[in-house]
């Protein structure tokens, strides 16, 4: 049993910052895979970045390179979403996933590899 939980959500301005965390707890030893999601009221759930416990490489998704980083701090099995100069349009309930393989940015942006996710949190960006 692995379990996520996501935190740092909101309601913030445009323009500004915001830094979600994920703590994982439970039967982690297995994971091996972390990556971050939102999915807004009516839209498709999107991929946002993923990030390997082992290695120091990260990616993250196209249309938010340049705004988002994914890091991590594997000693205290958290995983951070860093979310700059936010937009009206990246209000949506974000996620974080753990899967058990070890996917690299080829395969870590499909959602069916992902087994365990978290609860969510809202982040709400006024305009």
């Known amino acids: 049993q692995v379990q996520l939980r996501e935190s740092g959500g909101g309601l913030v301005q445009a323009g500004t910052s915001l830094r979600l965390s994920c703590l994982q707890s439970?039967?982690?030893?297995?994971?091996?895979?972390m990556a971050w999601f939102r999915q807004a009221p009516g839209k498709d759930r999107e991929f946002l970045g993923c990030?390997?416990?082992?290695?120091?490489?990260?990616h993250s998704a196209e249309s938010v390179k340049g705004r988002f980083t994914v890091s991590k701090d594997a000693a205290k099995k958290t995983v951070y979403l860093q979310m700059n100069n936010l937009k009206f349009e990246d209000t949506a309930v974000y996620y974080c996933?753990?899967?058990?393989?070890?996917?690299?940015?080829?395969?870590?942006?499909?959602?069916?590899?992902?087994?365990?996710w978290g609860q969510g949190t809202q982040v709400t960006v006024s305009s």
């Open positions: 990030i390997t416990w082992t290695g120091n490489s990260a």
């Open positions: 439970g039967r982690a030893e297995s994971t091996n895979t």
């Open positions: 996933a753990a899967a058990r393989g070890y996917y690299n940015e080829r395969w870590c942006s499909d959602a069916d590899l992902f087994g365990s």
